[in-house]
C-alpha cells in the first residue's frame, strides 16, 4: 500500500474532495492533476474511489442529469413520459430508449412505468398542442410525404451520408438534403441553418458548407409551415439563408400541421407551383386532394 500511495501524486482526501466537487470521472483526473484522456488513470481513480466507498451518484459526464435524479424520477413517474419529463429531457424515440437504458444498466424497478390509458370517449379527439422543438425531427417524415405524393419514389440511404432522402424524379435521383427552422430570429426573419459541421468529435467547430457536388435539392420547412426546395446550386458557398430571399422556391404550405385544432377546410389549397411541376415532371396530378398547399411562383409570398 505504501508503494502505491509513493506512486501518486495525491492523496485520499485530495480525491475525496475532487469526487464530490465534480460531475465525471474525467472531471476528477483533471482535478487531480492527471491525464483525463488516459483510460488506465481513470481506471485508476475509480478503484481508489471503490476502496475509500466514495459516492458517484451525482456524476452526471455528458448528461445534464444524474443517476440520483433518474432514480428519483422512476420512483415518482407513472409513465416513461413522466420521467422525462422529470428530468427535464425533449421526449423524442433516441432520449427516451438512451434513458431506458441507464435505467436498466443501474437496475431500477420500472415495472410501473406504463403507458396512460386510452381515453375511453369516443367524441374526444387527439389534439395535444403542437410543439415547436419537434420540427427538426418531424422535417424529414413531411419531405417524404411531399415528394411521395407527387410521384416521386423515396428512399433513405444505409448508412450515414450527406443527403437525408433519395428522391426519384423525371430528372433522375436526386439527392436531398432536409433542413429546418422552427421560429424567427430576433430581427423577424426566417434564418435557415443550411451548413454541416466537418466530421470531427469537437462539436463547438464552425459549420462548413455542403458540397453542391454532393446534394442536388434542399427541402426546407420552417415553423409557419411554409416548405422551399431549392437546387444546391443556388445555395452554394452559404451556411445560412434567410428563407424570406428564395420566396420563388416556396413551392408549398404545411401549416395546418402546425396548428392546433385547425379545422380541415381552413385554407383552400391553391394551384401547383410551375417550378415544382417542371422539376419533377408531375403528370395528372390534382394537389387539391391533399393535406400540403402548393403554391404557384407569383403567390410565393
Known amino acids: 500500500m505504501a508503494a502505491t500511495k509513493d506512486r501518486r501524486t495525491w492523496n485520499d482526501d485530495q480525491l475525496r474532495q475532487a469526487v464530490a466537487n465534480n460531475r465525471s470521472w474525467r472531471s476528477v483526473a483533471r482535478a ?7 483510460a488506465g488513470v481513470i481506471r485508476t481513480v475509480k ?3 471503490a476502496r475509500l466507498e466514495l459516492e458517484s451518484t451525482h456524476f452526471t459526464g ?6 440520483q435524479q433518474l ?4 420512483a415518482a413517474a407513472s409513465c416513461w413520459a413522466d420521467v422525462l419529463a422529470a428530468l427535464a429531457i425533449v421526449d423524442n424515440g433516441e432520449d427516451r430508449t438512451r434513458v431506458k437504458g441507464h435505467a436498466v444498466r443501474l437496475g431500477l424497478d420500472c415495472t410501473h412505468l ?13 389534439d395535444e398542442p403542437v410543439r415547436p422543438e419537434m420540427l427538426r425531427y418531424s422535417a424529414a417524415a413531411l419531405a417524404m410525404a ?11 440511404p444505409i448508412e450515414p451520408q450527406e443527403y437525408d ?6 430528372r433522375g435521383i436526386q439527392r436531398v438534403q432536409v433542413k429546418s427552422c422552427a421560429s424567427r430570429n430576433a430581427r423577424g426573419y426566417w434564418h435557415v441553418g443550411i451548413g454541416r459541421r466537418p466530421y470531427v468529435l469537437d462539436k463547438s467547430a464552425s459549420k462548413m458548407p455542403y458540397d453542391p457536388e454532393s446534394i442536388d435539392l434542399f427541402f426546407i420547412v420552417l415553423g409557419d409551415g411554409s416548405i422551399y426546395v431549392i437546387p444546391s446550386g443556388v445555395l452554394a458557398g452559404r451556411v445560412g439563408i434567410s428563407a ?7 413551392v408549398g404550405d404545411a401549416s395546418s400541421l402546425l396548428r392546433s385544432g385547425a379545422s380541415a377546410g381552413a385554407d383552400a389549397p391553391r394551384p401547383g407551383s410551375a417550378y415544382v411541376r417542371e422539376f419533377l415532371g408531375l403528370r395528372r396530378f390534382e394537389p387539391q386532394g391533399f393535406a400540403f398547399d402548393v403554391y404557384a411562383r407569383s403567390d410565393a409570398v
Open 32 to 38: 487531480l492533476g492527471l491525464k483525463a484522456t488516459s
Open 47 to 49: 478503484r481508489h474511489a
Open 62 to 67: 455528458q448528461r445534464r442529469w444524474s443517476d
Open 71 to 74: 432514480r428519483d424520477a422512476v
Open 114 to 126: 406504463k403507458s396512460p390509458p386510452a381515453q375511453a370517449d369516443p367524441d374526444q379527439v387527439f
Open 146 to 156: 411531399w415528394f411521395t405524393l407527387r410521384g416521386c419514389a423515396v428512399a433513405l
Open 165 to 170: 432522402l433519395l428522391v426519384t424524379t423525371s
Open 244 to 250: 424570406e430571399s428564395y420566396a420563388p422556391y416556396r
